[in-house]
C-alpha cells in the first residue's frame, strides 16, 4: 500500500515538471527564439541549444569523455559549472550570442542556477 501511494507521489511530481516546460514552451513560441535547453538526472546533465525550428544547433553534457575525465562524479553542482562554460564557449564559437533559457519545468536552484551563472559569466546572454 506505501509503494502505491509513494508512486502516485512521483507521478504527481514528475507531470506537474512536465506541465511547467510545456506551458513555458508554448509562450517561447510566440517570440520564436534560439533557446538554450537544461535536462538534468540524478547521474548526468545536459545543454542543447535548439533553434527556432527545433533543430540541434549545440551540445555539451557530462556523457562527453573529455568532460567525464575531469570529474570524479558527473551529478554535482562541480560538473554543471563546467557544462554551463562548455556550452556557453561552443555556441559564441557558433555565433550564437544570445539565448533563451528553457529550464524544462525544474526548479531554479542548485545544479541549474549553477550552469546557468557559468554559462552567463563565460559570455552567452539570457
Not at 508512486?7 to 527564439?33: C, E, G
Not at 545543454?47 to 553534457?61: E, F, M, P, R, Y
Not at 569523455?65 to 562548455?86: D, E, H, P, V, W
Amino acid at each position: 500500500m506505501v509503494f502505491i501511494i509513494r508512486f502516485k507521489i512521483m507521478n504527481v511530481k514528475k507531470n506537474s515538471r512536465i506541465r511547467r516546460a510545456t506551458k513555458f514552451r508554448k509562450n517561447l513560441q510566440k517570440f520564436n527564439n534560439i533557446r538554450l535547453l537544461i535536462h538534468r538526472t540524478s547521474r548526468h546533465i545536459y545543454a542543447q541549444i535548439i533553434s527556432k525550428d527545433n533543430k540541434i544547433l549545440v551540445t555539451a553534457s557530462t556523457l562527453e569523455k573529455k568532460i567525464r575525465k575531469k570529474l570524479k562524479y558527473t551529478g554535482n553542482i562541480k560538473a554543471s559549472i563546467l557544462i554551463g562554460i562548455k556550452i556557453a564557449k561552443r555556441s559564441i564559437k557558433k555565433g550564437i550570442l544570445s539565448v533563451s533559457f528553457d529550464r524544462s519545468g525544474f526548479k531554479y536552484h542548485g545544479r541549474i542556477k549553477a550552469l546557468a551563472n557559468s554559462a552567463r559569466n563565460t559570455g552567452l546572454n539570457f
